[in-house]
């Protein structure tokens, strides 16, 4: 059975950083797309960030420039390193492997979704 784990979350003050991690058990992600989401209070869960199996990225809008997202094989562990953080930056953090797409991330996910890591920002 997949599981991913998030952990890594905080709280901390406009333009500080954090860096979330997130462990895959219960499959190789290798040969998997991987992604980032979160989800603010009262919004829907909204795309991040995602890595391909050949080390591509995408970054939403919002985040170009701050985030950097990073896989480690060998640990089957996604990361994001997030700076320079703004209080709308504050939400729960997801992580998801999409092993159904080739080795990219197109949304076909393939476990369910974790608990989770908050993240807080404050002015």
């Known amino acids: 059975q997949v599981q991913l784990v998030e952990s890594g979350g905080g709280s901390v003050q406009a333009g500080g950083s954090l860096k979330l991690s997130c462990i895959v058990s219960g499959y190789i992600v290798r040969s998997c797309g991987m992604a980032w989401y979160r989800q603010a209070p009262g919004k829907e869960r909204e795309l991040v960030s995602t890595?391909?199996?050949?080390?591509?990225?995408t970054y939403a809008d919002s985040v170009k420039g701050r985030f950097s997202i990073s896989r480690d094989n060998n640990k089957n562990t996604l990361y994001l390193q997030m700076n320079s953080l703004q209080t709308e930056d504050t939400a729960v953090y997801y992580c998801?492997?999409?092993?159904?797409?080739?080795?990219?991330?197109?949304?076909?996910?393939?476990?369910?979704w974790g608990r989770g890591t908050q993240v807080t920002v404050s002015s």
């Open positions: 998801t492997i999409d092993c159904n797409s080739g080795g990219v991330y197109r949304g076909r996910i393939s476990n369910p």
């Open positions: 890595i391909s199996m050949n080390y591509l990225t």
